[in-house]
């Protein structure tokens, strides 16, 4: 990304793989903290959810940098740490995501467990929505298969928190 200006296919397909990807491994994070009850309030989950996801911020950006000192065999200029900087960001939004329904579910439901079952649930939605308005090709269809695939990944953990 040498630019902050509109992003390439590949760019933009990069985001939503990272989106998905952060996505993914912060509900997994929830799952297995909140399935053995390590965990009993939401802002215990909070803590845990969001220093999740600067994690994922802190690590994308470095291995972005590596990677990127390792293929041009010189230090990456400062344009590109900023973009890759806001690029990386991007994978702090489903930690924001997901704590802001998990608040919002125990709003409605009394019950933690609950609560964060609802908030993973909409991360769910949000990540098929994501990932089909994202996909972008010519071939709907095909963008709706991915997404459903995606949501059924995500969905997959969701059975496991619930199950465990």
Sequence with gaps: MKSLGPLTRAESTAR??????????????????????????LGELTFVLLVAAAGLVVAHFWAAVLAKRLQDMQAPSGGWLRAEAIHSSSMFLPGLLLVGA?????????DFEAAVTLGMCTLVVALFAYT????GSENRRDDLLWALGTAA????????????
């Design 16 to 41: 939503i793989s990272l989106v998905v990807y952060s996505s993914l491994t912060l509900l997994a994070t929830a799952a297995a903290a909140n399935a053995k009850g390590y965990l009993d309030s």
């Design 132 to 135: 089909w308005v994202g996909g």
């Design 153 to 164: 990944v995500g969905g997959l953990v969701v059975v496991f928190k619930v199950l465990i």
């Design 102 to 110: 998990a608040w919002a579910a125990s709003l409605l439901v009394d």
